[in-house]
C-alpha cells in the first residue's frame, strides 16, 4: 500500500473515533507549533502540519491513534499491523508516545 493510501487510511480511522484531522500551514503562525492532538471549543481535533513528509504525518497519526480505542472498528489490516508495530516500538522506547498525556482528553470525549 502507499504511503499516501495508509495516511488517508489512519486520517479515516481519526474521523470514525470522532477525531478531525485537518492540515495546517504551520509556518504561518509565527509560533514554534508541533502536530498533534487537541481541542477546539470542547471538539477533538488532530492539527496536522501539512509541510511534513508524508512519513512523518504516518508516524505522528499512527503514534497519537495506538493511544485511542480503536479495536471495534474496522481497519484495513496493513493499517492495523502499523499502529501494532507502533505500539511495539513506543513502548520499547519507555512506553511513552509524543501523546500519550492525551489519552485522558481523548477518554473524555468518549
Same mark, same amino acid.
Given at each position: @500500500?502507499?504511503? %499516501?493510501?495508509?495516511? %488517508?487510511?489512519?486520517?479515516?480511522?481519526?474521523?470514525?473515533?470522532?477525531?478531525?484531522? =485537518? &492540515? &495546517?500551514?504551520?509556518? +504561518?503562525?509565527?509560533?514554534?507549533?508541533?502536530?498533534?492532538?487537541?481541542?477546539?471549543?470542547? +471538539?477533538?481535533?488532530?492539527? @496536522?502540519?501539512?509541510?511534513? +513528509?508524508?512519513? %512523518?504525518?504516518?508516524?505522528?497519526? !499512527?503514534?497519537?491513534?495506538?493511544?485511542?480505542? /480503536?479495536?471495534?472498528?474496522?481497519?484495513?489490516? !496493513?493499517?492495523? &499491523?502499523?499502529?501494532? +508495530?507502533? !505500539?511495539?516500538?513506543?513502548?520499547? #522506547?519507555?512506553?511513552? =508516545?509524543? /501523546? =500519550?498525556?492525551? &489519552?485522558?482528553?481523548? #477518554?473524555? /470525549?468518549?
Amino acid at each position: @500500500m502507499k504511503p %499516501e493510501q495508509i495516511y %488517508e487510511h489512519l486520517k479515516d480511522m481519526s474521523e470514525k473515533l470522532g477525531i478531525n484531522v =485537518s &492540515e &495546517e500551514n504551520f509556518r +504561518k503562525s509565527g509560533v514554534r507549533v508541533k502536530s498533534g492532538f487537541c481541542k477546539i471549543k470542547g +471538539k477533538p481535533k488532530f492539527i @496536522m502540519d501539512k509541510h511534513l +513528509k508524508i512519513k %512523518e504525518k504516518i508516524d505522528i497519526l !499512527a503514534s497519537f491513534l495506538t493511544t485511542c480505542p /480503536h479495536e471495534d472498528l474496522y481497519v484495513v489490516p !496493513a493499517v492495523r &499491523e502499523l499502529i501494532q +508495530k507502533t !505500539a511495539i516500538r513506543i513502548e520499547r #522506547q519507555g512506553g511513552v =508516545s509524543v /501523546h =500519550s498525556d492525551r &489519552e485522558d482528553e481523548f #477518554q473524555e /470525549h468518549k
